[in-house]
């Protein structure tokens, strides 16, 4: 049971002394530094601004003005400096110590370039020469110089630190991010290899029969059906490893599986296939994606007529859509229609690829139909392939 458990199943709130245990290290007593520093600086910056503005000694003015601006434009100047080193030193050397020390070393040279070109352009040597020969106890408050490049390397090195961490966070986000993506896309890959089309059992037992029968009275038509079953087939396992095809093989794949069933229906069966635009022929749609809505306009359609059954299938563009629909003349669908292999496949697969960019409709009024639209603009965005068609 957990200790820190209360009646209400709620965890206790933590105590100074378990924050302390679970959050100490290099980071933490970093982070306590560079606050520290910040408070004291910003107190310093406040405490100098203070005395310019109320002080009504001209040459006391504007020394602290000095002071104040110095150390403005040393932490600054610190903070650029360190992050146009990062890079360099980064490749520069593999021990953090050793960046450290080189870091501090050009910081300290820097530090003494600006300071002398600043305190030179200001006249610092009269200003102070003015203001010892006024004050006389001046020389005793003042600090060695040495001193005051503490704060440059602290800021350096603390600024350095947090960059340093901050590039190990990102570089671990970003690799995490990666193998999310990569099995992200292995795993709708290997969804994807799962729905594609599959020749469904019993169409090829059906097919066979029909062969068998065909044999002996109808040797021709026999013969036909299986030179037309070979090229199926050959389409069907052809394609391994590919997502997409044009509308125009995609047609022809279907046209193979429409002749090989009107050889079995004989009158029973025809169809139609009506491209509106020529262009829609090289536009890149999912693999597999119309062979299994003819095969259920067939199987759920025309095998349940006595008389003779029609397909037709309708490719064009509406509204920014592309819309492929198959119409057929067999009963009407139920109410309550619950989706097949082949129709789920079509959901899934679509709901992979396009997410909400695409949809799968069945109507019964005004006509029979079930249709596939995808947003146009998401053709060439998921399938990577050029759609040589506009509106």
């Known amino acids: 049971?957990?200790?820190?458990a209360n009646k209400n199943n709620q965890p206790d709130p933590l105590t100074l002394t378990q924050l302390l245990r679970q959050r100490t290290g290099p980071g933490v007593l970093m982070a306590m530094l560079f606050g520290a520093l910040i408070m004291y600086g910003t107190s310093?910056?406040?405490?100098?601004?203070?005395?310019?503005?109320?002080?009504?000694?001209?040459?006391?003015?504007q020394m602290n003005t000095y002071i104040v601006q110095q150390n403005l434009v040393?932490?600054?100047?610190?903070?650029?400096?360190?992050?146009?080193?990062?890079?360099?030193?980064?490749r520069v050397s593999k021990g953090v110590l050793k960046r450290h020390l080189i870091l501090s070393g050009l910081i300290v040279l820097a530090?003494?370039?600006?300071?002398?070109?600043?305190?030179?352009?200001?006249?610092?040597?009269?200003?102070?020469?003015?203001?010892?020969?006024?004050?006389?106890?001046?020389?005793?408050?003042?600090?060695?110089?040495?001193?005051?490049?503490?704060?440059p390397l602290i800021v350096c090195n603390l600024f350095y630190y947090f960059q340093r961490q901050g590039q190990q966070i990102d570089t671990k986000l970003t690799e995490q991010e990666f193998r999310l993506i990569q099995l992200e896309q292995l795993k709708t890959r290997a969804e994807l290899d799962a729905l594609q089309a599959r020749i469904n059992p019993h169409f090829l037992y059906n097919a066979l029969n029909s062969i068998a029968s065909l044999v002996h009275d109808e040797p021709d038509r026999a013969e036909r059906m299986v030179l037309l079953l070979s090229k199926l087939f050959r389409y069907t396992t052809g394609v391994k490893n590919q997502y997409?095809?044009?509308?125009?093989?995609?047609?022809?794949m279907v046209r193979t599986y429409l002749d090989v069933e009107q050889v079995r229906f004989g009158d029973r069966l025809t169809y139609r296939i009506d491209l509106t635009d020529d262009r829609l022929k090289t536009c890149p749609i999912p693999q597999f994606l119309l062979q299994p809505l003819v095969e259920n306009a067939i199987k759920h359609g025309i095998s349940k007529l006595a008389g003779p059954g029609g397909i037709i299938l309708r490719i064009g563009r509406e509204d920014g859509w592309l819309a492929l629909c198959i119409h057929d003349n067999g009963p009407l669908f139920p109410e309550q229609l619950v989706a097949g292999y082949g129709l789920q496949s079509i959901q899934d697969k679509l709901r992979l690829l396009y997410g909400d960019d695409a949809r799968l409709e069945v109507h019964n009024q005004p006509k029979k139909e079930i249709s596939i639209k995808i947003k146009a603009d998401r053709l060439e965005e998921v399938s990577g392939q050029k759609v040589a068609y506009a509106d």
């Open 1 to 4: 049971m957990n200790r820190n």
């Open 44 to 61: 310093g910056v406040i405490y100098f601004s203070n005395q310019i503005m109320t002080m009504k000694e001209p040459l006391l003015v």
């Open 74 to 90: 040393a932490g600054a100047a610190s903070a650029l400096l360190t992050s146009l080193l990062s890079p360099w030193l980064n």
């Open 111 to 151: 530090w003494m370039t600006l300071q002398t070109v600043v305190f030179l352009a200001i006249g610092g040597r009269e200003l102070i020469g003015e203001i010892r020969s006024k004050y006389p106890d001046y020389n005793q408050t003042d600090a060695p110089w040495m001193l005051y490049m503490i704060g």
């Open 244 to 252: 997409f095809n044009s509308i125009e093989n995609e047609l022809e």
